[in-house]
């Protein structure tokens, strides 16, 4: 059972533009989110993260917006640029059996290409 | 600063066969954890390690073990290679396990099992 979901494979923006990217979650025990991009042949790279306390969290031109109640967060890239074109990943996060033990449950990922 | 460092980069294997990947944390970084990257899927969570200690693991058999070393880089064993075991490999490190510690992931060694 997949408790993160990007149901979006793809997408493709003009740049200069908005950029939103899509994640749900089943699990309402995950308290912590963040999301990762990743370039070929390289590991993912830290984003931006959100805590479940919060609704909004802005770096630069990265904001992501979580949604408790929807069980949805979504990451906003304004304006796009070339150099964004990667694979994104939502992660989500909880402590499991209070034992100070914790993971990160991955998406499958959304590709977004910015085209010139 | 050197990032977090694996070894191999790639190996080829066949079914049965045992495979061993290397992990170099981040100099001052105390947990490593484990992730398997089937093509097409996300990241999938293996075992988390801190101060040598397995402090979670994740929905893999138990043909899969790790462990970490006193200077924390890690070693990932797995025995009775099936081809279902093909994915990337991805190891990361954090300062600590908290999930508020950022983890930097290393580049990952490719495992193909024929």
């Known amino acids: 059972d997949q408790q993160v979901k990007q149901n979006s494979p793809s997408l493709s923006v003009q740049e200069g533009r908005i950029s939103i990217l899509n994640c749900d979650y089943t699990?309402?025990?995950?308290?912590?989110f963040l999301w990762y991009k990743k370039y070929p042949a390289e590991g993912p790279t830290f984003l931006i993260s959100i805590s479940s306390i919060k609704d909004k969290n802005e770096d630069g031109r990265f904001t992501v917006f979580l949604n408790k109640s929807a069980k949805h967060l979504s990451l906003h890239i304004v304006p796009s640029q070339p150099g964004d074109s990667a694979v994104y990943f939502c992660a989500a996060s909880t402590e499991y059996s209070g034992a100070g033990s914790y993971q990160l449950t991955f998406g499958k990922g959304t590709k977004l290409s910015v085209i010139p | 600063d050197a990032g977090v460092t694996q070894s191999p980069t790639h190996l080829i294997k066949t079914r049965g066969q045992h495979v061993t990947l290397r992990c170099s944390p981040i100099?001052?970084?105390?947990?490593v954890s484990w992730y398997q990257q089937v093509l097409g899927q996300g990241p999938q969570f293996i075992f988390q390690?801190?101060?040598?200690?397995?402090?979670g693991r994740g929905n893999f058999p138990d043909r899969f073990s790790a462990r970490q070393f006193p200077n924390y880089s890690s070693e990932l064993n797995v025995n009775a290679l099936l081809l279902g075991d093909s994915a990337l490999y991805l190891c990361?490190?954090?300062?600590?396990?908290?999930?508020?510690?950022?983890?930097?992931f290393g580049p990952g060694t490719r495992l193909t099992v024929l």
């Open positions: 100099s001052g970084h105390k947990s």
């Open positions: 699990n309402s025990m995950f308290d912590y």
């Open positions: 390690y801190y101060e040598k200690e397995e402090r």
């Open positions: 990361a490190s954090s300062l600590d396990y908290h999930q508020y510690n950022e983890q930097f």
